[in-house]
């Protein structure tokens, strides 16, 4: 069975920073691209930031509300994909899941790892 082990979350005071990681099983890891997403309590899951499967940084992807404080990389010879979150809001707080796009029609995920961002 696939498990992404995501590591990372905690309480941080608003402006702080935290860095999420995902390991992702070496069979897939390096096949496919990687995904960040947020859920806040009664929202929908929301993308945050994406990376394709390649090496040299890849092709990347922020949603318009991380911009210049999020940065998604990751580190095929660790099978590690990372989200640097800077700068954090209130408003960042939620559930993020790390997600590989392949493997399966519907991709693996995450078990989700909790942040919170205290005023």
């Known amino acids: 069975q696939v498990q992404l082990v995501e590591s990372g979350g905690g309480l941080v005071q608003a402006g702080g920073s935290l860095r999420l990681s995902c390991v992702a099983p070496?069979?897939?890891?390096?096949?496919?691209?990687m995904a960040w997403y947020r859920e806040a309590p009664g929202k929908q899951r929301e993308l945050v930031a994406r990376?394709?499967?390649?090496?040299?940084?890849?092709?990347?992807n922020y949603a318009d509300f991380v911009k210049g404080r999020f940065t998604i990389s990751r580190d095929n010879a660790k099978n590690t994909a990372y989200l640097q979150m800077n700068n954090l809001k209130s408003e960042d707080t939620a559930v993020y899941y790390c997600?590989?796009?392949?493997?399966?029609?519907?991709?693996?995920w995450g078990q989700g790892t909790q942040v919170t961002v205290s005023s």
């Open positions: 997600y590989v796009a392949g493997g399966r029609p519907s991709g693996y």
């Open positions: 990376i394709s499967s390649g090496t040299s940084g890849g092709i990347i």
């Open positions: 070496e069979s897939i890891f390096r096949l496919y691209g």
